[in-house]
């Protein structure tokens, strides 16, 4: 009976699609975990939002130190809201950034914005829809001024197809600035062969790419998060062991010739075929 009331009382709200999101708090980090049935989504330290606990996140963050110069303000797109972990991380670490962020549900929003309030005066715009289309309604003067875009868009568990293809990511980099880097979450398990297929996907789009992942992951045996850093720009040499040793442990970092291998033989994802990320097994959210 304890139980179902201390359940009853967690924060919650019924999806479109049927799913249930909840805020919670995390049992492994202190903070918040928002879930979505399920699925751990977003982990958030409102007393100190530079702590990014979900592995795939901190390596999304060592990328982000080092765009233009440190503390600089940045023009960030968000593309999939979550509980705004990075959007978050950025107001803090880089005071008068301007970002938008586009979340397909507005019920999962309303979730977020009453359990997890944004840092009062925070310079972080949320737009309500789907992801591909919000990027035809931005503001025009955005087109070309963006250090920084972040693509991790899931429903439940997987990525949807329409945001996996060449026509997407070359929609996202029309937002680009010359230097600007494009983020791109992939989750995926034995032999890689979604991962491959969108690093080979991005490289259509952008000439320069890493990936960074925790070994076992690059290699393909587990399911994990991969995190592809994409840019028209040279990303810089000097970039590589601060990347490496930023962490977490143990961390690789693909680029070059190792990072063509890997794509080797992978067919460039477009509308016409592309598929949803695979969907991992209950076990891999068992902490």
């Given amino acids: 009976m304890a139980r179902a009331r201390e359940e009853a009382s967690v924060p919650s709200v019924r999806l479109s699609d ?17 879930d979505v049935d399920g699925t751990p989504q977003s982990h958030v330290d409102l007393d100190d939002p530079t702590h ?10 060592a990328v982000i130190d080092r765009l233009r110069m440190p503390g600089q303000p940045l023009t960030a797109i968000h593309l999939g809201a979550g509980a705004l972990t990075i959007p978050r991380y950025i107001e803090r670490t880089r005071p008068g950034s301007r970002q ?15 359990n997890l309030p944004l840092p009062r005066g925070a310079s972080i ?35 949807p197809a329409h945001l996996t293809t060449v026509e ?44 960074l992942a925790e070994v076992q992951t690059l290699k393909g045996r587990r399911f994990g998060n991969l995190v592809i850093a994409a840019s028209r720009a040279p990303l810089p040499t000097e970039w590589l062991p601060r990347l490496m ?43």
């Fill in 18 to 34: 049927g799913t249930l999101a909840r805020v919670v708090r995390s049992p492994f980090a202190g903070g918040w975990e928002l």
């Fill in 52 to 61: 990014l606990h979900f592995e795939y996140v901190a390596r999304m963050g």
């Fill in 100 to 114: 938008q962020v586009v979340e397909l549900e507005p019920a999962l929003w309303d979730l977020v914005r009453e």
């Fill in 125 to 159: 715009r949320v737009r309500i829809g789907d992801a591909r289309e919000a990027l035809g309604r931005l503001p025009a003067g955005l087109v070309g001024a963006a250090d920084l875009v972040v693509s991790d868009v899931y429903s439940g568990a997987q990525t």
């Fill in 168 to 211: 997407f990511f070359t929609e996202a980099a029309r937002f680009l600035a010359p230097a600007g880097v494009l983020l791109v979450n992939v989750a995926d398990g034995a032999g890689l062969a979604f991962a491959r297929r969108e690093v080979a996907t991005v490289q259509a789009v952008l000439e320069h790419v890493i990936v």
């Fill in 245 to 287: 040793a930023a962490g977490p442990h143990p961390a690789k970092v693909a680029e070059g010739r190792e990072l063509d291998e890997f794509a080797r033989g992978a067919r460039v994802a477009t509308d016409a075929d592309a598929t949803p990320s695979p969907k991992p097994s209950a076990s891999v959210f068992t902490r």
